[in-house]
C-alpha cells in the first residue's frame, strides 16, 4: 500500500480508479483498475506489467527498480486485487504517504506555523488567497488578519458559500461541525470585495498539533 501511494497513485489514484490530473491527461489513460478488465488478468500479467511497463504508454518499468522477481512487485499485483475492496480508512492513510508537490509542502509548512501560531495570520505571497483563523458566526467567519510587513490588523468577513468545502482534522465535515472557538485555517479567494471560503479546515482542539 505505501509502495502504491507513493510510486503509483500519482497516474493510478490511491483507489486504482486512474482519476488524476496526470492519468486524465495521458494517452492512452491508465485503467480503473477495479473494473474487470484489469481484475481478469492473471497475477503473472500484472507482474509483468509492472515490471516491464507498457510499450509507447506512460506506464513505467518498475523492473529495474524492484530487481527482478522482487517482492516488491508480487506485494502490487496483491495490493491491486484489493483494489475493489479499498476501504475509506485505507484510502486515507495512502492520502498521507502520497508523494507532495514542493507546493502542498509550502502549504503545509504555513498551516503548521499558522497553527503552532508562530507567523501571524496574514495573506500569503500568492496574495490569492489567504490562511486566516477566525471566530465563527452562522454563514460567515470574521478573521483578523496582520499585515506582514507593517502588523497592521485588519477585520475581514469571510463568506461561506455553497461550495465551501470542510475538513475537520482531515476528515470531511461540513458547516455543522464548526465549533466557535475551533482553529480553522481558511483558504478563501476574493470574490469583488469579499473573501469567499473555497476551504475551511477545522482543528478541533485548540494547538493541538496537526495528526502528521
Ligand atoms: C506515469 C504514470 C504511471 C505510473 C507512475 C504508473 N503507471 Fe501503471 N499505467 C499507466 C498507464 C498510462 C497505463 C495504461 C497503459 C496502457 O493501457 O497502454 C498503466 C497500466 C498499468 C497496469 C495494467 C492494467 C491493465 O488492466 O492492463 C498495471 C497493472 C499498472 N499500470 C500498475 C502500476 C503500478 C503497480 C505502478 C506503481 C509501481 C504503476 N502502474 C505506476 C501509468 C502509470
Given amino acids: 500500500m505505501e509502495h502504491f501511494a507513493d510510486h503509483c497513485a500519482m497516474c493510478h489514484a490511491n483507489d486504482g480508479s486512474g482519476d488524476t490530473l496526470l492519468g486524465k491527461n495521458m494517452y492512452p489513460k491508465p485503467p480503473d483498475m477495479r473494473e474487470?478488465?484489469?481484475q481478469r488478468k492473471t497475477d503473472g500479467e500484472l507482474y509483468y506489467t509492472i515490471q516491464n511497463g507498457v510499450r509507447l504508454s506512460?506506464?513505467?518499468?518498475?523492473g529495474e527498480e524492484?530487481?527482478?522477481g522482487d517482492q516488491d512487485t508480487?506485494?502490487?499485483v496483491l495490493f491491486i486485487r484489493h483494489l475493489p475492496k479499498l476501504m475509506p480508512e485505507e484510502q486515507k492513510e495512502m492520502g498521507r504517504l502520497n508523494p507532495k508537490t514542493a507546493e502542498e509542502?509550502?502549504?503545509?509548512k504555513e498551516e503548521e506555523d499558522f497553527l503552532r501560531g508562530d507567523n501571524p495570520p496574514g495573506k500569503d505571497s500568492k496574495a490569492?488567497?489567504?490562511?486566516?483563523?477566525?471566530?465563527i458566526s452562522d454563514n460567515s467567519i470574521t478573521v483578523e488578519t496582520t499585515a506582514k510587513g507593517t502588523g497592521e490588523k485588519t477585520t475581514t468577513t469571510v463568506v461561506i458559500v455553497a461550495d465551501t468545502?470542510?475538513?475537520?482534522?482531515?476528515?470531511?465535515a461540513t458547516l455543522k461541525d464548526?465549533?466557535?472557538?475551533?482553529?480553522?485555517?481558511i483558504h478563501a479567494a476574493k470574490k469583488g470585495d469579499q473573501l469567499e471560503a473555497h476551504m475551511v479546515r477545522i482543528w478541533a482542539l485548540k494547538g493541538a498539533a496537526r495528526p502528521h
Wanted: aromatic share 8%.
Fill in 105 to 108: 509542502r509550502e502549504e503545509e
Fill in 66 to 68: 524492484h530487481g527482478t
Fill in 128 to 135: 490569492q488567497h489567504s490562511h486566516c483563523q477566525g471566530e
Fill in 36 to 38: 474487470t478488465v484489469t
Fill in 58 to 62: 506512460g506506464m513505467p518499468a518498475f
Fill in 74 to 76: 508480487w506485494k502490487l
Fill in 178 to 185: 464548526l465549533k466557535v472557538g475551533d482553529r480553522v485555517v
Fill in 165 to 172: 468545502k470542510f475538513t475537520k482534522n482531515d476528515s470531511p
